[in-house]
């Protein structure tokens, strides 16, 4: 490998890690790492919209928990490539198969989340709100979303990694962010434009990770203060979390 | 509807189903790499897992797989490996990025499934005399059974689901149907060739439930009553 510098060599020779290649298709990289934030941003803005009222469903009346959890799971279960395929007729080729497709999956993670952090709100908290007036709309807003924060971001964590992983096979329909870059590197056998595109594409999952854990750091100034029995618990619940939410990326 | 009709139509043709690129043999290519794939997986995975949990060692390794596992897209995987000298060796590509996807879920589900189990249970085992390998096999692996079937559903449904993707990177399985599809054109074969990937996925992920349900060490006896209350409150089963 000649590396970066190696420069128009590079190109030729076909290397993995290639500086011209870098410096002559910026502007390309550039658009494909907008649309792949796009289309993830997008995504997972429209799944917690729809996850909020879903999660509320689910916990208002037992009878729709099941439903709702069995059918987000059996839409997870089906591989990104068929839900892309499937959404294709209905939507025409277009960025809108991606979203949707997109959102359906983090529908599963964010439901549950949302779910388990609004029953994991300890009822005495609960019974104390109402003994100081509030009624439930306050209740939620004030007392029972706040407490749900941590839950509800490691769901969002969890779903916006996925979704910059799985924005790429969204190439099929010539909407797949930085994988479209990859789906072109593979037709012509560019090694350079491949590995590009995939690490940009790590990246992306990491830094947006980072935020995440920062915007809770952010929210939920009161789990920083506590003891350090409080914070072992949280670290094993979150391991839990994280466990059982464990689940593919296709 | 038209679409529905015209998948409908390219499945019930029966010449769609013969050949090197019929249905019945991109099937069974898909069926024979999952199901090889996975077997390695769990070959590699479980023994570190129950090891590292029957010690208490590695939890950070095994929760961070799980993180990384997640963030790589399975796609760039795929194709990094067609491209890589391993891509001239058939379906070697394929299957390293299988068993790459199935250990993660694997690992850190068996893992956590053996740090949860009761440690009253395990230290009232070791005080009964038991050895090592006894608490190991009739302790720990029956109070982790659930986690680790939790996790092997989990692997199965990355390896079905990247299997289908092996279709981009110029592999097999029921996923060239649709790209194939795509290439054409042709709505109805695209359509048809998701719903055979989708009902696969979805028969397998049932047929996992159901031996899940069959092979449970400690099926309705102790697990239902006693452990239904932790395992209730923080993601509900499926």
Redesign the interface.
């Known amino acids: 490998m000649s590396g970066r510098a190696g420069g128009v060599n590079c190109l030729e020779a076909n290397d993995w890690v290639c500086g011209e290649y870098l410096r002559t298709r910026s502007q390309e990289l550039t658009d494909a790492t907008v649309q792949h934030i796009g289309i993830t941003a997008v995504s997972v803005a429209l799944g917690l919209l729809l996850a909020f009222p879903l999660a509320l469903v689910a916990r208002r009346w037992r009878g729709a928990a099941g439903p709702v959890l069995g059918l987000t799971t059996v839409l997870y279960t089906i591989p990104s490539l068929a839900m892309f395929a499937l959404l294709t007729p209905v939507f025409g080729v277009s960025a809108a198969v991606v979203v949707t497709g997109l959102v359906l999956y983090s529908l599963t993670i964010l439901v549950r989340n949302l779910l388990a952090g609004l029953q994991a709100v300890p009822a005495g908290v609960r019974e104390a709100a109402r003994g100081m007036g509030y009624g439930p709309v306050r209740l939620l807003f004030g007392v029972e979303l706040p407490l749900a924060i941590p839950a509800l971001v490691a769901g969002l964590r969890i779903a916006t990694v996925s979704t910059v992983a799985m924005t790429t096979v969204g190439s099929v329909v010539g909407y797949g962010g930085l994988g479209n870059l990859i789906a072109s590197g593979m037709a012509g056998f560019f090694k350079a434009e491949v590995l590009t595109a995939s690490v940009l594409c790590v990246l992306l999952a990491l830094v947006a990770d980072v935020l995440l854990m920062a915007l809770q750091r952010l929210l939920t100034p009161w789990t920083r203060a506590g003891g350090r029995a409080g914070v072992r618990s949280r670290a094993v619940a979150w391991a839990r979390g994280r466990a059982r939410a464990v689940k593919a990326v296709g | 509807m038209g ?1 529905i009709a015209g998948a409908w139509q390219w499945l019930t043709t029966a010449a769609n189903w013969a050949g090197e690129k019929g249905v019945t043999h991109r099937l069974a290519e898909h069926v024979r790499l999952s199901a090889v794939c996975l077997a390695l997986a769990c070959l590699i995975a479980l023994p570190v897992a129950l090891w590292l949990g029957h010690l208490g060692k590695g ?1 950070a390794l095994a ?1 961070n797989l ?2 990384i ?9 795929l ?2 490996l ?2 890589s000298p391993l891509g001239r060796h058939g379906d070697w590509p394929t299957v390293l990025a299988l068993v790459l ?1 199935a250990v ?2 694997l690992l ?2 068996a893992y ?1 499934g053996m740090r ?1 189990a009761d440690r009253d249970v395990v230290e009232a085992a070791r005080g009964m005399g038991m050895s090592g390998p006894q608490v190991l096999f009739r302790v720990e692996i029956p109070l982790a059974y659930p ?1 680790i079937m ?2 092997l559903r ?1 692997a199965t ?2 390896v ?3 299997a ?2 092996a ?4 592999g097999g399985g029921l ?1 060239r149907i ?2 194939a ?2 290439g054409n054109y042709d ?1 109805a074969q ?2 048809a ?3 055979l ?2 009902v696969l ?2 028969a397998v ?1 049932g047929a996992l439930v159901l031996a899940e349900r069959l092979l449970d060490p400690m099926r309705g006896g102790w697990r239902a009553t006693r452990s239904a209350p932790a395992r209730a ?4 089963a ?1």
């Open positions: 679409v939890g929760v799980a993180n596992g997640r963030a790589v897209p399975t796609y760039a995987v194709v990094l067609t491209l996807f993660p879920p850190t589900n956590l949860e986690l939790t996790g989990s449904v990355q079905v689901a990247t289908t993707l279709a981009l990177a110029g996923g649709i790209t599809g795509f709505t695209v359509v060739g998701a719903l990937v989708a996925a979805l992920e409150e923080p993601i509900p499926d």
